[in-house]
T-cell receptor, first 112, second 113 residues
Framework: SQQGEEDPQALSIQEGENATMNCSYK?????LQWYRQNSGRGLVHLIL?????REKHSGRLRVTLDTSKKSSSLLITASRAADTASYFC????????????FGKGTTLSVSS | EAQVTQNPRYLITVTGKKLTVTCSQN?????MSWYRQDPGLGLRQIYY???????DKGDVPEGYKVSRKEKRNFPLILESPSPNQTSLYFC????????????FGQGTRLTVV
């Protein structure tokens, strides 16, 4: 069951620009997480936002969560070439943590 | 170093030849899971385990088996691989209780011919 859907599927920007990716989901969640994947390698956790939080920051990352709209966004400010990767949102459906469901991802390309 | 280790990283096999992909974590995590990643489909959960001797099916369990005899290990078994199981496989682990991040292995690229 595909819970999260990222938008856009692909994004190309120049270094220094901001990148915004969106995630929509279908059912109620315990939290929402964003992960990054470099070219077929393992996923790396970026940030977790709980269902009772609206915004969270980590370095150049800003995540928002709107549970009424069942959506989240990931903003990467001042993008660098090294940010080129695929970004996935994952929804944690229960407090037990047994159902971490991933979307299909957004592929970000940052050119210098 | 905290890590999830998968082996092998790459594997080419023939249809019907049983294989095992190993996964081991050194973080004493209760939860472990297997995902497969296919172009256009994202990551889909195959099986997960909440603790030793406790496993359950994910979204795409057909054709796979798992076992959890020790807390650190969670092997994925393909008893009779078929070409539609050609994929990139990831093992992940996390602490119990939700609101925790998942740690991923580096992936196993499996080709079944």
């Amino acid at each position: 069951s595909q819970q999260g859907e990222e938008d856009p599927q692909a994004l190309s920007i120049q270094e220094g620009e901001n990148a915004t990716m969106n995630c929509s989901y279908k059912t109620s969640i315990n939290n929402l997480q964003w992960y990054r994947q470099n070219s077929g390698r393992g996923l790396v956790h970026l940030i977790l936002i709980r269902s009772n939080e609206r915004e969270k920051h980590s370095g150049r990352l800003r995540v928002t969560l709107d549970t009424s709209k069942k959506s989240s966004s990931l903003l990467i400010t001042a993008s660098r070439a090294a940010d080129t990767a695929s970004y996935f949102c994952a929804t944690d459906l229960n407090q037990a943590g047994t159902a971490l469901i991933f979307g299909k991802g957004t592929t970000l390309s940052v050119s210098s | 170093e905290a890590q999830v280790t998968q082996n092998p990283r790459y594997l080419i096999t023939v249809t019907g030849k049983k294989l095992t992909v190993t996964c081991s974590q050194n973080m004493n995590h209760e939860y472990m899971s297997w995902y497969r990643q296919d172009p256009g489909l994202g990551l889909r959960q195959i099986y997960y385990s909440m603790n030793v001797e406790v496993t359950d099916k994910g979204d795409v369990p057909e054709g796979y088996k798992v076992s959890r005899k020790e807390k650190r290990n969670f092997p994925l078994i393909l008893e009779s691989p078929s070409p539609n199981q050609t994929s990139l496989y990831f093992c992940a682990s996390r602490h119990r209780g939700g609101n925790t991040e998942a740690f991923f292995g580096q992936g196993t690229r499996l080709t079944v011919v």
